[in-house]
């Protein structure tokens, strides 16, 4: 006997069938885009696989904005990933470090006389260059990075970051009308000094911030006012000071440290 086949019959308004090969295109846009952004983060230099799940989960990485959870995926080429706010983007291999800089050891790369210097005190990989520089007998922080467009725009004189100095002087207390003449500008050989934020916290010494960075800036300004430094400290460089960095310690900028010195220096990395 002849069995007739059942072939379902379309109805008659359904819509028709989408081809194949259009089919196999909307599956694909539907699977996971991009990588996970643990392994974007390890691969960009904020720690282990570990560490950057840990930094997603405590909520402190966002993607376009949104704080992000873990197993999130992204495509870096399009998705704006920040931790702390600091867009990943600004440490591929990047790195900065904050050094107290101890008396005697030199802010250079390397000495002809042999001394120390104070980039023997830091990792030798990746090699990194101080930003700015004090002088051999200043101790104190110094920012040491191989980000030279950062370390160009802080030391660019227009946007120079506020440094300030504790300042032990020779010859007593200060007189108001010297410490006037700090604060609105001094005649120096190469020209006068800009407003500057000066107290005297004790009788002869000084607490002086400026955001220039000439030669021996500090201690020129105060041989001009008749009392030369007897003691020159830095103890802060923007939003940047730790009383716990011992002379010769270092330690890495934080996120949020680098989020505020990148903004300090006027314009984002990488813009
Ligand atoms: N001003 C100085 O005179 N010396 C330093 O090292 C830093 C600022």
Redesign the pocket.
Known sequence: MHRREHIPRRAAHAAPERPLWEQWAAESAALPQGERLQKVLATRGWGSRRVCEELIASGRVTVNGDVAVLGRRVDTEHDRVEVDGVPIGVRPGLVYYLLNKPLGVV?TASDPQGRPTVVDLVPAEPRVYPV????V??S?LLLLTNDGALAQRLTHPSHGVE?E?LVEVAGGAVAQGKLRSLREGIELDDGMTAPAQVSQPTPGVLRIT?HE??????????EAIGHP?ER?V?VRIGSLSDRSLKPGEWRELTPAELKALVEAAGSPVGS
Do not use: A, E, P, W
Request: aromatic content about 4%.
């Open positions: 802010t700015g520089r004090l002088d007998n200043t104190g440094k100095y400026i960075g000439r030669n021996r800036q500090v201690r020129r300004m105060c430094v020159l830095r």
